[in-house]
Nanobody, 128 residues
């Protein structure tokens, strides 16, 4: 019912910035929490950030606080991840995700099992 299409991945120099976008399409009639996760080779998906339907409340992973910012524009059905001061360890496939059963965030939104729909996960590569 919901399709998530991501854009903005690519190659960045260490210390640089990228903005990822995730556009929702289909029957997006529900209010839902959106999140970002990432996955490096050989590792589980790692929580990055989550945002409430209103956009007023967010949760950010400790390792990325102050560098990554999540936001959303519901008029465009789009959620963003602004990444700054990128490090080589940030290199991963980045997935956006939707939890269609929640409109407010909680600690459970750090768990990838809480999400129902996923984007295709473009690669972010950070060079030294």
């Amino acid at each position: 019912q919901v399709q998530l299409v991501e854009s903005g991945g690519g190659l960045v120099q260490a210390g640089g910035s990228l903005r990822l976008s995730c556009a929702a399409s289909g029957r997006t009639f529900r209010s839902y929490v959106m999140g970002w996760f990432r996955q490096a080779p050989g590792k589980d998906r790692e929580f990055v950030a989550a945002i409430s339907w209103s956009g007023d409340n967010t949760i950010n992973a400790d390792s990325m606080k102050g560098r990554f910012t999540i936001s959303r524009d519901n008029a465009k059905n789009t959620v963003y991840l602004q990444m700054t001061s990128l490090k080589p360890d940030d290199a991963a496939v980045y997935y956006c995700a939707a939890n269609i059963f929640r409109s407010e965030i909680s600690i459970t939104n750090m768990n990838d099992r809480e999400y129902n729909y996923w984007g295709q996960g473009p690669q972010v590569t950070v060079s030294s």
